[in-house]
């Protein structure tokens, strides 16, 4: 392809007419014909690398500053959107050829995109998925290493889902991709936020920083469906102004959930008091989820008996309020729960259909938010009837340095706890000590099998496996 096509209008050059092999911001994968765009991260900047890219063979860079490379220099305020918007022309503009549907914010954003999904292929549509457990073309399943892709690789993705016949794409937007620009200009015909909690603030400078990462998506789509039981949804809403609508199962919003049941085995409650919805999947936090994709449906033009059958029929996601079978008589639920409000959300939800004891099970990651680790212990004791404290992804640090830090917020707890340091001699622990009609919830691994340790090693880790492995052993 022409590099003059593939700038568009974003740029002139002299050398518009050379012909381009490749587009990458990655050093490595630079060859001839290349253009390589210079990009800043965390750690490196791709400036630096700007003229050994060039004796690599790459036809021009793309920088922000003059580095005084002549005409093989394309100067741009901003290489990240840049980079962006020759990825999309390099793959024929896939995000110009289907219908999306974003889902941002710290929880439920896999929940709700999974049920919105399965909503629409119930219903005929073919549709694409990008989230935090996999990626999806219809049936299709792909692994995925992000919540929301890198650029080219987002691209590359969308093409494929558009050449397979994928008439909607529905994704989990992080707050990483929306600040790191991955998406491009790829526009949402509708866009939920669900909530905004304590996470990632060893990336994001303070709550402000994160809040004001997941905003820059309502500036990207026709209509936000907003959660205005959570503080910042209350905040969002009044600040968009985009064509909005709010919603809640607490208080009064022009969609609200009420008549609301949680059981085991499922839920059940009424929308506008005119929309009754059964589910299998329980919970309270999955009564706000169903209740934003059966929005986002609704406002695609999909019959309410059609959105509910499919509602009906949706079995859940994996690591999300998933029970693992155990032949018992106790309950062993596996979730993805890694944040305070979760944790809360989690155990709060089961603690309503509790018999027995609600035991938690749960750990904090390496090298991430240490803040938060406190206040996890928090959550955890205000519905637990025991905790189990133990490893998550320890990555490197130390795992008891981290249980230290956990410990801070147990210090004057009523509620006793077990210190197990290794995860899967913790998970045994809680079968052990398990009784008649006691719930316990593995919390913060969810979907994920495997762990990371020192040195940032990967092991196969798999709680359905160890928990038969120790049901065994019982």
């Known amino acids: 392809m022409k590099l003059k096509d593939l700038l568009e209008n974003n740029a002139v050059t002299s050398i518009g007419d050379k012909e381009i092999t490749s587009v990458t911001d990655d050093t490595r994968k630079v060859q001839s014909g290349s253009l390589f765009f210079c990009i800043k991260g965390g750690s490196f900047d791709g400036h630096s690398a700007a003229a050994e890219m060039l ?31 020759v990825c999309s022309a390099w793959f024929g503009h896939p995000e110009r050829k289907m219908t999306f549907i974003g889902v941002t914010g710290t929880n439920g954003k896999t929940t709700t995109t999974s049920i919105i999904k399965h909503i629409l292929m119930s219903t005929g549509y073919k549709t694409g998925l990008i989230g935090t457990i996999q990626n999806e073309i219809g049936d299709e399943i792909l692994h995925t290493d992000n919540t929301t892709p890198f650029t080219y690789d987002f691209m590359e993705l969308l093409a494929k889902m558009a050449k397979a016949g994928c008439e909607y794409v529905v994704m989990e937007v992080s707050s990483f991709a ?15 936020f669900t909530n905004l909690t304590q996470d990632h603030l060893d990336y994001h400078k303070d709550m402000e920083d994160y809040y004001q990462a997941k905003k820059l998506l309502f500036d990207m789509c026709d209509t936000a469906i907003v959660n205005i039981d959570d503080d910042y949804g209350r905040r969002l809403y009044n600040e968009i ?40 999947i329980p919970g309270m936090f999955n009564v706000s989820n169903l209740t934003a994709a059966i929005i986002a449906c609704l406002h695609e033009g999909i019959y309410n ?44 939800s089961v603690k309503e259909y509790t018999e027995g004891r609600l035991i938690c099970l749960f750990g904090c990651g390496g090298n991430r938010d240490s803040a938060k680790r406190p206040k996890m212990a928090k959550a955890a004791e205000k ?7 133990t490893s ?10 981290i249980i230290a830090d956990i410990l801070v917020g147990l210090e004057n707890t009523s509620v006793p706890y077990d210190i197990v ?32 340790l020192s040195g940032m090693k990967h092991i196969h880790f798999d709680e359905r496996e160890i928990v038969a492995e120790g049901l065994e052993l019982l």
């Open 178 to 192: 929306l600040v790191q620009k991955r998406i491009g200009s790829t526009h949402f015909e509708s866009a939920i």
């Open 305 to 348: 008996d059609d959105v509910l059958s499919a509602v009906a029929e949706y079995n859940g996601v994996k690591g999300r309020c998933e029970v693992i079978p155990t032949g018992r008589d106790f309950t062993v639920i596996c979730d993805y729960a890694h944040t305070p409000d979760a944790v809360e959300n989690i155990l709060k």
């Open 241 to 280: 102004n985009c064509n909005k609508v709010s919603f809640s199962i607490k208080d009064n919003a022009e969609y609200y959930a009420d008549d609301i049941e949680i059981k085991s085995t499922g839920s059940s409650f009424t929308i506008n008091n005119a929309i009754d919805v059964k589910s299998r």
């Open 421 to 452: 340091v290794d995860r899967k001699k913790a998970i045994f622990y809680g079968l052990q000590i398990a009784e008649k009609g006691d719930i316990i919830v593995l919390a913060g691994k969810g979907h994920e099998d495997y762990q990371i």
């Open 55 to 85: 004796k690599k063979g790459a036809v021009a860079v793309v920088c922000e500053r003059d580095l005084g490379l002549g005409d093989k220099q394309i100067i741009t305020e901003d290489s990240r959107w840049l980079y962006g918007e």
């Open 383 to 389: 519905y637990a009837d025991r905790i189990i404290i």
């Open 392 to 401: 998550d992804n320890p990555r490197n640090e130390d795992p008891e340095a």
